[in-house]
């Protein structure tokens, strides 16, 4: 079983270190909108502790120190940023453009029955604060239709809900983009939204509502980290070495 991930960046950390884990492409057109939560962090760090942190979730090596991924026994692991080719200055259509790419990309590299796994959720709003109309990706029509192509192809694809907060099935939104979504054929996507970590009940700040199939962890999630900042450390002298207990939702990327 091959596994790709699609998300900001990636980092070589210690606990990834495995001729299985091979990162495919990096990000491009960095700027400062993106969720930072840590001041002092930069854009380029955010993106490399959010996929760091997500590749540990799934791939963490085990090898008798730091944590152990979930699947860890996987053949192959691809880390692919979902911001390569993006232009912050076209925000919503660069951003569909770069994360089909990604997609394509793993799609070339996997065969059925393997694993696509979106880290990236879409912002439908005019703001680039934490949470703020965060929804699953496909949201955005030509990233529906290549997850759709990948799953018809026998691919499996888990793609988070998205930290909005929003109803997806709420009959009052007016949002063009989500209600042509809810209303046209599933793409076959796993859509997993932040779960309460005792009874799996719906985060307050997830997104919820019709097309969100499960619910997961959501909260203090034990992974892999770079330079401390999921732990809201700063200045570690070893950023390839550092984790957290305290991953939490379901993306932290939005844009």
């Given amino acids: 079983i091959k596994v790709a991930l699609i998300a900001g960046d990636f980092s070589q950390h210690e606990d990834l270190r495995s001729n299985k884990f091979e990162i495919l492409s990096r990000p491009t057109g960095l700027s400062n909108k993106v969720d930072t939560r840590v001041a002092s962090q930069s854009p380029a760090n955010t993106l490399k502790a959010l996929g760091t942190a997500g590749s540990g979730v799934i ?41 089909t ?16 796994v979106i880290q990236l959720a879409a912002n439908i709003r005019n703001s680039f604060e934490f949470g703020a109309g965060s929804v699953p990706v496909t949201v955005l029509k ?8 990948a799953t018809d192809k026998g691919i499996v694809v888990v793609t988070c ?3 909005g907060g929003t109803n997806l099935g709420n009959p ?47 909260m203090d999630v034990s992974t892999t980290d770079f330079n401390g900042f999921l732990n809201f450390q700063r200045n570690s002298n070893k ?8 991953f939490a939702g379901s993306s932290w990327l939005l844009y």
């Fill in 172 to 218: 009052k939104n007016d949002n063009k983009r989500i209600i042509n979504y809810v209303n046209s054929e599933d793409d076959g996507s796993i859509v997993v939204g932040s779960g309460d970590t005792v009874d799996r009940s719906a985060d307050s700040f997830t997104t919820i509502g019709k097309r969100v199939d499960v619910f997961s962890y959501g």
């Fill in 59 to 99: 791939f963490a090596r085990n090898n008798g120190f730091g944590i152990t991924g979930g699947a860890y026994g996987i053949d192959k692991m691809y880390g692919i940023s979902g911001l390569n080719g993006f232009d912050p200055n076209k925000r919503i259509t660069s951003f569909a453009a770069s994360a």
């Fill in 239 to 246: 950023p390839l070495a550092t984790y957290t207990n305290n």
């Fill in 142 to 149: 030509p990233v529906y239709d290549i997850v759709k192509k």
């Fill in 161 to 163: 809900a998205g930290d």
């Fill in 101 to 116: 790419k990604a997609i394509r990309l793993a799609m070339n590299k996997l065969d059925r029955g393997d694993v696509i």
